[in-house]
């Protein structure tokens, strides 16, 4: 809702009437610190906007809240820390924003706009016994309540604690019961508010002038089903309905309903500047322009994505937010709109790292290409003359690069993607294509692998520890290049002229196993001597001397992990396909201490493939989240952490059991944790591996208010080592435990 005509008019002036087609910087995801690159400003539906002046916030799906603070223009990422959907956004003022969602589970307050939030009311935010449906805030302190079941709760220290008032009458809560539900309700003063209730049908609504001790019945027009109020000016509110809106211009003593023509499935929305307002509707194919005396109406249709929100910024700037993060912005009172960043296209299967750790490439189907050259802020689309999928692209400098196609096809540019020119690869079965620095291009073939140097033919490779491997991918780090397969690790460190074999972790110490039988899933070396392997069992392994001794890494948590990705021998990531039982969001796990903790991090909604997550440097990251009909990017300069750093630990009271010891206690033991600083219901996995089965078992498990202390029961039958892990909050980090081991001789 627009509020401060004077500084909106200033500020619409600098703005000028040019609307500009992009975003600005990189919207932040709401739960950690990876940003948008694609689409821009960001790809999650938006359900609910609320400015002050030309400061707006726009809250959606899956805890998405952003922030403009040029009416639109440009806007920032907040985090909120939260997942779930959010649905209503009260800008108390241009620092104090109060969002509501979750099914009523989920609100929460931040004084600094939008840097920090703080839940209020709700102690835990899944299945909440008392669910709020609507929050109205006064000042920034003074705020009331109302609860699903009717009651009323008020408070005057910014949410930090509530008195509890009357409740509304012909609710559940109330002396006198009933089956009436709370809408909505606005407050005109500290004391003084109105309180919208549906009742069937119909719609009632009830007044008090004494901080809700007292509440009269109000005369409402007959409605259908209220839907949502909106606060207009200090007299005038509107209610909105299915097919109708309500006014009052008298602080609700008399009401007006209006009839919209061209309601649709149902009407959401209302905002009024001047003497123009927008409505929005519930299946946002179209605004309806009117008058604030609702006279006339006229259809607009802004964009071809659905637009659920909109709102005035400005007496003429109107924003509209809606499906797939679509924003489009309007300089002449909602008459035509111009978009706000967008969408490069084309569907991609992984990422690929370019020639500097401020540049990558997303390789897509049908010939496109995608690049950033701008640490993740942009992208745009390239294309190889081919219709058959790309699979491999690599680039030895700014201008000079290679791509490969499904069917085996090579093509080379000289000009940084503007044209492309076909090369003979010299088999017909090349998967992956690289660069060795100088003029060195390397290719895996079905077998072995093929060379070339200064432009040549690409010739095998006739080194015995690779000519008949069957290898999979090569990783280039700086002088030194590692092939990998299946079963086979070899390093060169002479561009690919001669190779040495590193051996691979054995999974097992006994001395009667004489066969290997650990198959590689993915590997990444970070130096010719530091790597990572992920096997076929979900088992991550470290080497820090080119394969002398592996070491086994238990504190990934999980056996779900699809791809390594490493910028420095410490710090990369490990993409896994769920957390805890979250399997409908991309998580990735970061360690900066080379696999002795991993910290969860939430990306996004969706799933991220094999190949969706590569690691330029320690902090500079690149992640792809794909689906059937869209591909997300996104991009980290701070190794995917946002916040103040977080601390989690673990113990348990008996880390040692014979088996009659273990048999006496009924396998049963207590893992115990503290999440230093919690508020109270943080959602924390506990995971349990047994050693003799090399299964991993979680618990999700929700710290307490006081101190932050967990606990999680298991029933063990062998040795087992236990890892807690936490995704973070509004403000601080996610964070990982170290190894806690049981043992059972």
Partial sequence: MYRSATLAVAVAAVIGVIVPATAGASVQVSTSGWAWGNPTPQGNTIRAMDFVGTRGYAVGDDGTALRTDDGGTTWSGLATGTTANLGRVQAVDANTVVVLGGDGCVLRRSADAGVTFRRIYTPSEVGCPDRVAAASFVTPDLGYLVLRDGSVLRTTDGGQSFSKQTALPGTPASPGGGQATPVDVVLTSADAGIAFLKAGASSAAYA??????????????????????????????ALVGESEITTTTDQGKTWKRTTVPDAGSGLNGLDCAADTCVITTDQGDKLLRTTPKLEEFARVTPSTQAIFAAAFASPTRVVGTGAGGATVLSDDAGQNFTSVGGDIGGLY?????????TSAYAIGQRGTLARTTDAGASWKALSVPTSVNLVDVAFAD????????????????ANAGQSWQTLDPGTEHASVVATLGGDTVMLVAQTGLRRQVGGGRFDPVGDRDVAKARLRDLDVNGSSTVAWGATAIAVTNDRGASW???????????????KNALRIDEADFATARTGYVLDTAGRVWRTA???????????????DGIELAFGSADDGFLAIDRFGDDRTHAHVLHTT?????????????????????????AAQAYGLVGSAKQSRLFATKSGGDAGKASSLTINTKTRAFTKKGLKKAKGRIAVTGVLAGAQGGEQIVVSALDDKTGRWRHQTVAAGANGGSFTASWTIASSSRFVAQWAGDSGRTGQGSRVLGVTVK
Avoid at 400 to 406: C, E, F, I, P
Avoid at 594 to 617: E, H
């Fill in 208 to 237: 008090t002038t004494d901080q809700g001790i007292s509440w009269k019945p109000v005369d409402l027009p007959a409605t259908g089903g209220p839907r949502r109020v909106v606060t207009l000016d200090a007299q005038t509110f």
């Fill in 349 to 357: 299967q992984r990422l690929r790292v370019g020639p500097t750790p």
């Fill in 398 to 413: 700014a201008t000079t690069g290679y791509a490969l196609d499904a069917s085996g096809g090579l093509f080379k540019t």
């Fill in 500 to 514: 040495k074999p590193i051996p691979r972790p054995f999974p097992t110490k006994s001395r009667k196993v004489k």
């Fill in 545 to 559: 001397n080119a394969g002398r001794t592996w070491t086994r890494i238990d504190a990934t948590g999980t056996a």
């Fill in 593 to 617: 201490d080379g696999g002795r903790t991993w910290r969860p991090q939430l990306i996004s909604l969706g799933a991220m493939p094999a190949g969706g997550i590569v690691a330029a440097s």
